[in-house]
């Protein structure tokens, strides 16, 4: 069965960076498009991210936009979200979640077939 567990969360000061890891089991990961969402205290869960099955393509929520990176090493099942020049609004809860590449590069949050649990990033002075 799909399986995602993220790690990498934890407390830093604004403008200070940290790398979230996406780890998979149970399936190829390399037939799967990722999608990185966030969810706020007190909001809705919003998609920060995507990355194709491949790597090729990426794209961005434009408030993270150059602040943010995705990538991916199919070999190690692992897929990470760089984040720099953290602010306080960055701070939520971060999963990851899957969608096979048959449905085209798409990572709604209503498409994704396998979520993992979550990491909290919590951005303060």
């Known amino acids: 069965q799909l399986q995602l567990v993220e790690s990498g969360g934890g407390l830093v000061r604004p403008g200070g960076s940290l790398r979230l890891s996406c780890a998979a089991s149970g399936f190829n990961l390399d037939m799967y498009n990722i999608g990185w969402f966030r969810q706020a205290p007190g909001k809705g869960r919003e998609a920060i991210s995507c990355?194709?099955?491949?790597?090729?393509?990426?794209n961005y929520l434009n408030s993270v936009k150059g602040r943010f990176t995705t990538s991916r090493d199919n070999a190690k099942s692992t897929v990470y979200l760089q984040m720099d020049n953290l602010k306080s609004e960055d701070t939520a809860d971060y999963y990851c979640?899957?969608?096979?590449?048959?449905?085209?590069?798409?990572?709604?949050?209503?498409?994704?077939?396998?979520w993992g649990k979550g990491t909290l990033v919590t951005v303060s002075s």
């Open positions: 979640a899957a969608r096979h590449r048959a449905y085209g590069f798409h990572c709604a949050l209503n498409a994704m077939a396998s």
């Open positions: 990355i194709s099955n491949s790597g090729d393509t990426e």
